[in-house]
């Protein structure tokens, strides 16, 4: 009888514990600083013949309840060979390149740049533009374009295009 009860009391002992771990998992989940998001549209234009300017439009959304503030914004293609780099194009540049390129078309976001904040539980539609030293020809044939992001607390999102 003495065993049956132990159990009976480890097995309520076990749910308090898990109810309670999960109490506080979720009272405490916005003070987890994340980004979510997901890549809206690309596009391309040539600069020269061995490089092409490739403006991304994305949609982020800060669930948490700290702000996010950029620190760093990279892009990559994926699928072209030699893996290129990528210099990002600021905000005064970008609005040039739309000013004087009109082939690359209307200009549907803000730019979102380093020191950017993206306030908490809300959502915005950005863009981020670079220059990558590689023909439009191999930029169009990619696998995808990925936008990777740090806070300045060193907390790293990713956007991956889907296509």
Known sequence: ????????FFGIGLVLVVIAASMTWETSKGSHLELDG?????????????????????????????????KDIQMKLEGVPGE?????????????????????GPKFNDVLG?????????TVDRMVGARFEVPESQVEDR??????????GRTVTEMVEKR
């Open 1 to 8: 009888m003495k065993i049956k009860q132990i159990w009976i």
């Open 38 to 70: 997901r890549i809206l549209h690309v596009r391309t234009i040539a600069a020269s013949p061995k490089a092409t300017i490739v403006v991304v439009d994305f949609r982020a959304v800060n669930p948490s309840d700290i702000s996010w503030q950029v």
């Open 84 to 104: 290129p780099t990528s210099q990002v194009i600021s905000r005064y540049d970008m609005n040039t390149i739309f000013e004087y390129m009109k082939l690359i």
């Open 114 to 122: 380093i020191g950017d904040y993206i306030r908490p539980h809300t």
């Open 143 to 152: 696998t995808a374009v990925r936008i990777i992001m740090e806070e300045m």
